[in-house]
């Protein structure tokens, strides 16, 4: 078995426009005397590769803690597209997915509301995307509401440079952190190797 670490590092990512800078800072130290090292990290949840629960955009959502795990572990598929996908490039792709969905788009593969209709009517259980948001410009908002208000958790900011279109494992659990509305991940892809 392959393991290929899809994630970006939490201090190494772009952050979203507007989202607050991770930090770090050491409390103890062994170079300084102390018996142990340890650290303080402040972040966004949102830093890095990371989930999206509803609690994101609608009021009363599920959190992030009470999201089904299932829908981190399974088949998954990668497609390489770029761009604001509309419902008819989910016609054309999905009927060779799996109901997990990565794109792979270099940072720019988007969904528009049409998309996530059709997306929606094959049941999918999670999208996922190497750019940092899953929605497009022009309806970033709508996109992520429509994707959560029908269970679908958002996997955005993936590292996806090296990953071939195809069909994998996927394991990416958010962490168990109370009443937010996103995680960040590690989020890993299980290939199979040729000829075993």
């Given at each position: 078995?392959?393991?290929?670490?899809?994630?970006?590092?939490?201090?190494?990512?772009?952050?979203?426009?507007?989202?607050?800078?991770?930090s770090a800072?050491?409390?103890k130290?062994?170079?300084?005397?102390?018996?142990?090292?340890?650290?303080?990290?402040?972040l966004?949840?949102?830093?890095?590769?990371?989930?999206?629960?509803?609690?994101?955009?609608?009021?009363?959502?599920?959190?992030?803690?009470?999201?089904?795990?299932?829908?981190?572990?399974?088949?998954?598929?990668?497609?390489?597209?770029?761009?604001?996908?509309?419902?008819?490039?989910?016609?054309?792709?999905?009927?060779?997915c799996?109901?997990?969905?990565?794109?792979?788009?270099?940072?720019?593969?988007?969904?528009?509301?049409?998309?996530?209709?059709i997306?929606?009517?094959?049941?999918?259980?999670?999208?996922?995307?190497?750019?940092n948001?899953?929605?497009?410009?022009?309806?970033?908002?709508?996109?992520?509401?429509?994707?959560?208000?029908?269970?679908?958790?958002?996997?955005?900011?993936?590292?996806l440079?090296?990953?071939?279109?195809?069909?994998?494992?996927?394991?990416?659990?958010?962490?168990?952190?109370?009443?937010?509305?996103?995680?960040?991940?590690?989020?890993?892809?299980?290939?199979?190797?040729?000829?075993i």
């Amino acid at each position: 078995m392959i393991l290929h670490d899809i994630s970006k590092g939490i201090f190494s990512s772009q952050v979203y426009p507007g989202d607050p800078e991770p930090s770090a800072r050491v409390i103890k130290s062994i170079p300084n005397g102390d018996d142990y090292n340890l650290s303080e990290i402040t972040l966004c949840p949102h830093t890095g590769t990371h989930i999206d629960a509803p609690l994101h955009f609608i009021d009363n959502g599920t959190p992030v803690n009470k999201l089904r795990l299932r829908n981190f572990y399974g088949k998954c598929t990668v497609v390489s597209v770029e761009g604001d996908l509309t419902g008819q490039d989910m016609d054309e792709i999905l009927p060779y997915c799996h109901k997990r969905v990565l794109f792979k788009g270099n940072g720019k593969a988007f969904l528009t509301t049409t998309a996530v209709e059709i997306l929606v009517d094959h049941n999918v259980k999670l999208v996922g995307t190497d750019a940092n948001t899953i929605g497009s410009d022009f309806d970033n908002n709508k996109t992520h509401k429509l994707l959560l208000e029908n269970g679908i958790p958002i996997l955005e900011c993936l590292n996806l440079s090296k990953i071939e279109d195809g069909d994998y494992e996927i394991c990416a659990f958010p962490l168990k952190i109370e009443a937010v509305e996103a995680s960040p991940c590690r989020a890993v892809l299980l290939e199979q190797e040729k000829g075993i």
